[in-house]
């Protein structure tokens, strides 16, 4: 049961263009999601969040759209630089405000993102 | 200064051996995690800590233990080694259980069971 969902395995764009990945979700209780991103043999990092109230959050390149509605979030890159190769996972929480618990982060599969010269 | 670090990085045993894998970080978070990259590349959460109590735990068969001697360090121990427990695993901390600030991960142990 993949609550968390990245349909597009890889995704190829021309540098300087703009990179777009995007996740489903279909658990209704999840308002926070981040982005990780991930090199080969390296821990997954720390990139850009939002938390339900909001639908869009912007950090130099990075921007996450929050669509709740359609249970969908997209990252946006741009412009695209050869350093953004990597694999980038969306994920979901359920417990910021719920005061308590501690479920973790629910993973998609990850999108690898390949930035051609 | 790596920040969540792992041991071993790469780890090859038979199956029924008992193996350990230890975490530190240095960042002063109060709770650890220790996820597991499955065959599908799915990341999936096994175990937390916070303030040295478990908090959560999946279902994750008994083999696996983790045991934290202090905050800074989550160690996992699997007894009995299965070939399906080949995966990779990763630590992660971060504060309290908000992911706010997300988590910071280590950079992994890959495990192959023989």
């Known amino acids: 049961d993949q609550q968390v969902k990245q349909n597009s395995p890889s995704l190829s764009v021309q540098e300087g263009r703009i990179s777009i990945l995007n996740c489903d979700y279909t658990n209704s209780m999840f308002d926070y999601f981040l982005w990780y991103k991930k090199y080969p043999a390296e821990g997954p990092t720390f990139l850009i969040s939002?938390?339900?109230?909001?639908d869009k959050n912007e950090d130099g390149r990075f921007t996450v759209f929050l669509n709740k509605s359609a249970k969908h979030l997209s990252l946006h890159i741009v412009p695209s630089q050869p350093g953004d190769s990597a694999v980038y996972f969306c994920?979901?929480?359920?417990?910021?405000?719920?005061?308590?618990?501690?479920?973790?982060?629910?993973f998609g599969k990850g999108t690898h993102l390949i930035i051609q010269p | 200064d790596t920040a969540v670090s792992q041991t071993p990085k790469y780890l090859v045993t038979q199956m029924g051996n008992d193996k350990s894998i230890k975490c530190e970080q240095n960042?002063?978070?109060?709770?650890m995690y220790w996820y597991k990259q499955d065959s599908k590349k799915f990341l999936k959460i096994m175990f937390s800590?916070?303030?040295?109590?478990?908090?959560i735990n999946e279902t994750v068969p008994n083999r696996f233990s983790p045991k934290s001697p202090d905050k800074a360090h989550l160690n996992l121990h699997i007894n009995s080694l299965e070939l399906g427990d080949s995966a990779v695993y990763f630590c992660a901390s971060s504060f309290g259980h908000l992911p706010n600030y997300g988590y910071t991960f280590g950079s992994g142990t890959r495990l192959t069971v023989v």
């Open positions: 960042l002063g978070h109060d709770t």
């Open positions: 994920a979901a929480s359920a417990y910021p405000y719920s005061g308590g618990g501690a479920d973790g982060l629910t």
């Open positions: 800590y916070n303030n040295k109590e478990l908090i």
């Open positions: 939002i938390s339900s109230i909001k």
